[in-house]
């Protein structure tokens, strides 16, 4: 027994140092490159990522409003939108150049998601490790998931890719292991990452869990019980980071992100995308899982779970496209997701286990050929992923010049890409170059309304003191915009720093109160003199609180896992006692 758990353990790890020297050559064609042609939403991330990076470089691990970054007005989508994974790139320039780092981020999300997805997959499958391995690979290269990470850098989305095997996995043990906490766990991490995603994950659950009680006809209650108590601890490890979204969001008047199906890709477009194995939004499955999508029903047995996983998977694909009556649900809550190709993230989950479930199959066909077959597969993966890759590298490493190369800092407020959001290249001389100017896309994302309306004069810094204008540049640091003013008489003061409602202000060091501005930005009273003005964002306790406890809940979790690892170990020893005894 004790070899036995030997050979298991030496198997994983081999599978795990094979997983990892694919990731690096998966990313190594990057680093060839040297620079980044970046576009889309690259900006907004790269700007959140620096102001944290800044943060930390000054001893303070929150970020609240952007103060560096985001042209120094106190942007406040730190609160709203999700941060936790955004640390692991911003601690990488600690030790690595601009470029690098961010290179060696997107290796970790390969690497990671591989592990997760074989973890997942290795559980699903009840031990089947080649399975397993199949799942990750193919997972992984899907090209909707090279172009979240290098071609358009959605990185939140890019981040929830991650973590949506254990949401799968944690559905499969809800309903047929009466176990909750995988589920949660899963949530929450998704949580981490993207909102959108988080919305979509709990449609996908709804679904299934809905279809599950008309066609198996389950325990209801026992279902309903383990699904509020998934809700529970969800809410134990997540409440905190919904906390500013409560307090200085919700019915606050704040420019939100437009709802709406922005944009429907149509079938036709996203077969033959697919065909072609396309780095894209509108047919990022790729052409291993559009076959997948089409002869898929040759894998799988007629009264399976993998059957309902297939056709989940058709499902969904047809939800990513225009076949889908989606403009009957437009003025519904659904149109939160803005883009229907985000269901491409959870129908490549369902389809690359089915997938995978074939490629097994194929390479156990015939025991003789089973190395050269899977050489062979391997290969042709490869092969696959350079042709997604190719034009992806090309646009980088710009041998060519046609694409611009970012040569200046702004001089005034301009998007760091025209409205035609072509790229831009970037490299660890002008990394810096792009934070004077304005993101693209989600610059004024949760900005006050009327100061969404008014943002001109707030983004280029423009004070009014009695009416007069006149521009300021405060002194940035970490979650402070500070002002310093002489004033010969008795003014009233417009600063041009965005007011939340968790926002504060001292004058002179002392706190003060304050009014809001028609364009939404601080204004106060001030007699003739010499003024330091301060403006920061204070959370409110439970904040804290609530992030406390979502540590000891966490900490928690690590025990019990612990503590059951020891248990099934010790059992195995005993065990293994025995047998050697008799």
Known sequence: MVKIKEHVNNSKFMIILGLLLFSIILIFPFFIAGQLGVHSDWSFH?????????NLKHGEFFTFIGTNTFHNVGNGNFLF?????????????????????????????LFVTMLVSYFCMFSYSEGNNLQSIFFAIVYTIAPYHLYLIFQNYVLGEAQAYTFLPIVFLGIYKLLYKDEFITLAIGMSLIAYCHYVSLFIAGEVLFAIVLVYFFVMKCNFKKVLLLLIKAVLLFGLLTIWQFIPLLTDCWKQGLFTPLSGFIIIPSMTNLIINSFNNQVSNQGGLGILL?????????????????????????????LITNVFPHNLFKNTIFNVIQFTYRYTDFAIVFLSIICAEGLYKYINSDTKFTVLKSSLLLLSILLLYTGSITNIY??????????????????????????????????????????SYAALFGETDYFPMQAY????????????INNSKKQITPIASSNKLTYKLSLNNNATVDI??????????????????????????????????????????????IYYV??????????????????????????????????NTH
Request: aromatic share 14%.
């Open 394 to 435: 090309e646009r980088n490493a710009n041998h060519n010049n046609s694409v611009e190369v970012l040569s200046h800092p702004a001089k005034s407020y301009k998007t760091l890409r025209p409205d035609n959001d072509s790229p831009v290249i970037l490299n660890n001389h002008n990394y810096n170059y792009q934070f």
């Open 290 to 318: 559009i076959l997948t999508l089409f002869f898929g029903w040759n894998w799988v047995k007629k009264d399976s779970i993998d059957k309902t996983v297939w056709l989940s998977g058709i499902a969904l694909t047809i």
């Open 453 to 464: 309306y008014q943002n001109e004069s707030i983004v280029n810094h423009i004070i009014y």
């Open 546 to 579: 609530c992030f406390t406890i979502c540590l000891l809940t966490w900490g928690c979790l690590l025990i019990i896992t612990l503590y059951k690892k020891s248990i099934f170990n010790f059992k195995s020893r005993n065990s293994a006692n025995f047998i």
């Open 46 to 54: 790269a700007a959140r990522v620096q102001q944290i990076y800044l």
């Open 81 to 109: 939108y999700p941060t936790v994974f955004l640390y692991p790139w911003a601690l990488l320039e600690f030790v690595l150049k601009p470029i690098e780092a961010y290179l060696v981020y997107a290796w970790l999300l």
């Open 496 to 541: 041009p720093a965005l007011a939340f409602k968790h926002t504060t202000l001292k004058i002179n060091g002392e706190r003060t109160k304050y009014h809001i501005s028609k364009r939404g930005t601080i204004v106060v009273n001030l007699k003739k003199g010499k003024y330091q003005l301060t403006v920061s964002y204070q959370p409110p306790i």
